[in-house]
């Protein structure tokens, strides 16, 4: 977090914690989203001369997949995807799949991100026709994070989770990540774990009370 008062930080995380203090509806979701990169690594192994099963302490790199996390924290829903990149075609890719997808039926989806520079609304234009752009857009409403305030993405949470319980092991495909995934996905979400997030705004004024400007 800043050092100091701040008011861009409070501006964007009272935004952040304002959407999370709003009751659940089906037709209008609240879908956090982060991405992290999970290196592709092969073991090596090989049997010593008396026949014991030995692990090389080095690993053959194969790239970086990128792990997309959409969580609805109301629902206890999350879908992952793995992509080769995040540059803004794949960030708009991974949301449009979302409204094409599993909200398809979903009013308008308040979306909770980073504000990185792949992470624009044009970005949409760029990749569709106007119209289709157009029609994406009105079904969405960005809600980005402050700088140094990913913590304020619940996504970040699950990824942490996704992280403990799947990725902490060295994996050498892409195939084969999207296979642990997708099975880790399905279990989380038959679970309905869902995220308890208490922190709010009035707890924000008085915890966080050194970023806020003096009047």
């Known amino acids: 977090m800043p050092p100091q008062q701040n008011a861009e930080f409070v501006y964007r995380m009272e ?7 709003r009751p659940y509806e089906q037709q209008y979701p609240v879908v956090c989203l ?8 092969e073991v090596v192994e090989y049997r010593a001369a008396d026949g014991t099963r030995l692990q090389d302490s080095e ?34 890719g991974v949301i449009a799949t979302l409204l094409d997808g599993p909200y398809r039926n979903c009013t308008r989806m308040t979306l909770v991100g980073d504000n990185l520079s792949a992470h624009k609304p044009s970005a949409f234009y760029a990749n569709f026709t106007a119209e289709k752009a157009k029609a994406y857009l009105d079904r969405l409403e960005f809600v ?14 699950e990824l942490s989770i996704l992280q403990r319980d799947c990725l902490s092991r060295p994996m050498a495909t892409k195939e084969r990540l999207i296979s642990e995934v997708a099975a880790w996905q399905e279990r989380r979400n038959q679970q ?24």
């Open 192 to 215: 309905q774990a869902k995220a308890n997030w208490q922190f709010t705004t009035k707890d924000a004024r008085v915890k966080l009370h050194k970023l806020y400007p003096t009047i």
């Open 15 to 21: 935004q952040v914690l304002a959407v999370y203090e």
């Open 144 to 157: 980005y994070t402050p700088k140094h305030g990913s913590w304020l993405d619940m996504a970040e949470i």
């Open 59 to 92: 690993y053959i790199r194969h790239g970086v997949g990128e792990v997309y996390m959409a969580f609805e924290p109301l629902a206890g829903k999350r879908y992952v995807s793995i992509q080769d990149d995040h540059t803004a075609r794949t960030w708009v």
């Open 34 to 41: 982060d991405e992290s990169p999970k290196q592709f690594l």
